[in-house]
């Protein structure tokens, strides 16, 4: 699954469309979100968000690459947003919330200071460790005048030309583009066996790992076998052990019977 968000139209390379949504068997797993000129970070997140957020829903991933393009923020040579340092954190902060494995890159910027900026900041952000607006002295503090702060200042000149009506209707028609995914890539799932199907040792290859031990009778086919209660007694025994047989059994009948009235005659 890939989703870009970015500048669409007379502009470099000029692909990107929302109807580009893959081919064949990867057809859906392409998004692409079209934006205009100067976008600002409450328009950015008013897309962001519910795509993303559909995106982890249907396609379910178990790792995420971020690339996070400087590009994009108020102030690039070459780009033609409008977004903050913080609004540009704040798509990072999102992803980042669904906790799954996050691989966080680099990318465009053509403003060098500003790319500094948003790659610290969002460093910061990553490892929840709150940083201040003013920077701190070094080498390369002329470069960040006149206000040597972090954060930047969206252009009051830049006008927004994504219409509210548009991004809605471009995030709705999205949306509905994620529907059709029949769900997250899997391995399929088999039923365990029932023990009767496992594999289980012969009665010879009992015998033969445990050849000092007399263990249960069992038969060929692995059950074990019940001895009948005549096959150890001689032949003349065997009336003494039927008369004893007959005289246990009445025992436990009688103990029985004794149980059930003993309540009854309590009563």
């Known amino acids: 699954m890939t989703v870009s968000f970015h500048k669409y139209g007379d502009f470099f390379p000029g692909t990107g469309?929302?109807?580009d949504v893959g081919?064949?068997?990867g057809k859906y797993y392409s998004v692409n979100v079209p934006l205009q000129e100067g976008i600002d970070d409450s328009s950015y997140e008013q897309v962001f968000k519910p795509v993303m957020e559909k995106v982890m829903e249907m396609y379910r991933p178990t790792a995420v690459v971020l690339q996070c393009g400087a590009d994009s923020l108020t102030g690039d040579r070459l780009g033609c947003f409008n977004l903050t340092l913080k609004g540009h954190a704040n798509c990072v902060e999102f992803i980042k919330s669904f906790n799954i494995p996050l691989l966080v890159l680099g990318g465009g910027g053509y403003t060098v200071r500003n790319v500094a900026r948003c790659w610290t900041y969002e460093t910061s952000v990553l490892v929840n460790s709150p940083i201040p607006n003013e920077l701190p002295y070094n080498d390369f503090f002329e470069y960040y005048s006149p206000d040597f702060k972090l954060h930047l200042t969206p252009s009051p000149n830049m006008e927004n030309q994504n219409r509210p009506d548009e991004l809605q209707s471009i995030t709705s028609r999205i949306l509905q583009n994620l529907k059709n995914l029949q769900g997250a890539p899997s391995v399929q799932m088999f039923p365990a066996p029932p023990d009767f199907m496992v594999n289980r040792e012969t009665p010879q290859e009992v015998e033969d790992s445990r050849p000092d031990e007399r263990g249960v009778?069992?038969?060929?086919?692995?059950?074990?076998k019940k001895e009948h209660d005549m096959e150890f007694y001689e032949e003349g025994d065997e009336d003494k052990n039927r008369d004893s047989s007959a005289s246990?059994?009445?025992d436990r009948f009688v103990n029985a019977v004794k149980m059930d009235d003993s309540e009854s005659m309590e009563t």
């Open 248 to 250: 246990s059994g009445e």
């Open 23 to 25: 081919a064949k068997a």
């Open 217 to 224: 009778p069992m038969t060929k086919e692995g059950a074990t």
């Open 17 to 19: 469309d929302i109807k």
